[in-house]
T-cell receptor
Framework: GESVGLHLPTLSVQEGDNSIINCAYSNSASDYFIWYKQESGKGPQFIIDIRSNMDKRQGQRVTVLLNKTVKHLSLQIAATQPGDSAVYFCAEKGSDTGNQFYFGTGTSLTVIP | ETGVTQSPTHLIKTRGQQVTLRCSSQSGHNTVSWYQQALGQGPQFIFQYYREEENGRGNFPPRFSGLQFPNYSSELNVNALELDDSALYLC????????????FGPGTRLTVT
């Protein structure tokens, strides 16, 4: 089966610092990735996506980096704010997995004021 | 807010009972996917509906079934409920079934006693 995992289950950062959340995947056929943010009691919120033909994509305060060689994905959040505290999931879809997204177990980010 | 709505918000059922959960997709989205999220875990894909037909299924037994209606709204039905079915059930809508971002609703919290 698929293995989409996160290196660190919890991460604490000071407000204003940059955060980096990592994700490893095992399916070399994965060609589309999404980062989601999930706050307590809510559904996952789309943050940013990236396709396998790219290695970097930037959004507002967020950057996703994709390293297909080592099957690694990261989410960088600049100037982390208390509102960024949540659980972050990476999800991937492979060309051989139909329409199914596979999610990692999540990293809990806590921003310290 | 994503525009994806789910009902009910919370539900308590007894083992062996049946349950129906509902989802209205974001305007313009014709594809609905259902996920089960156990406490402390990432969402797991149950199935996807596109043009009123099942368009991919994860590793869930047949007692998990669904429907999609002409207006693209969807239902998830679970028969013969088991204690392990207690989870947050999420639906996500997207445009067609290709590699596009999908947007989640707030979820339905199901508790089976």
């Amino acid at each position: 089966g698929e293995s989409v995992g996160l290196h660190l289950p919890t991460l604490s950062v000071q407000e204003g610092d940059n955060s980096i959340i990592n994700c490893a995947y095992s399916n070399s056929a994965s060609d589309y990735f999404i980062w989601y943010k999930q706050e307590s009691g809510k559904g996952p919120q789309f943050i940013i996506d990236i396709r396998s033909n790219m290695d970097k994509r930037q959004g507002q305060r967020v950057t996703v980096l994709l390293n297909k060689t080592v099957k690694h994905l990261s989410l960088q959040i600049a100037a982390t704010q208390p509102g960024d505290s949540a659980v972050y999931f990476c999800a991937e879809k492979g060309s051989d997995t139909g329409n199914q997204f596979y999610f990692g177990t999540g990293t809990s980010l806590t921003v310290i004021p | 807010e994503t525009g994806v709505t789910q009902s009910p918000t919370h539900l308590i059922k007894t083992r062996g009972q049946q349950v129906t959960l509902r989802c209205s997709s974001q305007s313009g989205h014709n594809t609905v996917s259902w996920y089960q999220q156990a406490l402390g875990q990432g969402p797991q894909f149950i199935f996807q509906y596109y043009r009123e037909e099942e368009n991919g299924r994860g590793n869930f037994p047949p007692r998990f079934s669904g429907l999609q209606f002409p207006n693209y709204s969807s239902e998830l039905n679970v028969n013969a409920l088991e204690l392990d079915d207690s989870a947050l059930y999420l639906c996500a809508s997207s445009l067609v079934s290709s590699r596009r971002e999908q947007y989640f609703g707030p979820g339905t919290r199901l508790t089976v006693t």
